[in-house]
């Protein structure tokens, strides 16, 4: 059984003198021969996230927190090597089994998971993804990012409890408009509450201002949500706002990592559900100690999967397959984002506080279950 456990701090009564530092995580320097020397003591850990190009600032953010986890918990059973998924995710990919790694954290993207998992699934390596893409998630692929669905009905579930009973929603074109447009009509009906009407639009100016228009005549609503970033929310909520009675309005786990939510008065009162802040300071602190550089908001993905990683290593004898099922045996685990817990389809459940906007920045309304039952 797993219990939850925040395994990424030594604790301050423990008197002992710490275990040696395990190596820092870089990426390997090319080989000769093409492969790593064989570690007896350790089981080999891959991080495929990028190093180059567009995203490596991100990739690069979340590789620190993975060593900083690894670093803050002396895991000495396992050692990490980094793979850069922007020269191809499927050749990442096969370098990362030649050179004997048993699981594979990262990739980022959604279309590098689905180019490194049938890669991993022939070898029985799983595979614990930085995306929030549920559709890549199953046979041996574990998704860690936010669920945009679990914050949607998070925050309908608290608005409902608020007596909000009728619902909006503006949604971009997209993938992720489509879907988060299915999750609040998921979460209304589960809520029993009503949804009034919901449109779509390009990221316009115009198209943006005729979709609240439209939504604005298809009846009265008590909130909205849209399901954008706080750049475009604070567009919408202009057109939104002049609704009489002025509805309340609610967004997605994208406001997160968003500092510019209390920029305008727009969005003051707005509601979104999100992994706690609580334990962010904290890392965020040690983070720029050790880097001189502040992490990226999902930095602490690569934290969280590296702590369930020396978690489960204790049960990792060496050279044997990582034992996948513990990912979804117990009550999760814990860390930076809160506790977390794999299901059946490899998407991490969590628990998600709820934070209202306001004039200095965000508060919680509504804390975070600790754990599940």
Known sequence: MIGLAMAGCVP????????PPPTEIVPEAPRPNGRLPADETRNRVAVLVPLSGPNAGLGQSL?????????????????????????GAAAAAREAIEDGNGLFLGPLLAEDVRAVAAIARAEDIPVIAFSNDVSVAGDGVYVIGVN????????????????????GGLTPTGTYGQRAGQALTAAVEGARGSLVGMESYSRTAADMRAAAGRLGAAGRYDAVLIADGAQVALQLATTVRQASPQPRLFGTELWASEGNL????????????????????????????RYNAAPFRLASMGYDAV????????????????PARALREGTGFAG?????????????????????????????VSPAPRGFE
């Open 12 to 19: 301050r009564s423990r008197p002992a003198p710490p275990p």
């Open 63 to 87: 590789l620190n927190a993975a060593n900083l986890a690894l670093l803050d918990t002396g895991g000495q059973r396992i050692r990490i090597t980094a793979y850069d998924t922007a020269r």
């Open 148 to 167: 945009p669905a679990q914050s949607i009905d998070r925050v309908v579930a608290y608005a409902v409890s608020r007596g909000v009973r009728r619902f």
């Open 262 to 289: 209390s920029a305008g008065p727009g969005l003051r009162g707005a509601w979104f559900a999100a992994p706690s802040d609580g334990n962010f300071g904290p890392f965020r602190t040690r983070y720029r100690a």
């Open 307 to 322: 702590l369930l990683t020396v978690r489960v290593a204790a049960d990792w004898p060496v050279g044997r397959r990582f």
């Open 336 to 364: 930076v984002d809160g506790a977390f817990r794999f299901g059946r389809d490899g998407v991490a459940e969590r628990a998600l506080e709820v934070r209202e906007v306001g004039a200095a920045g965000t508060t919680v």
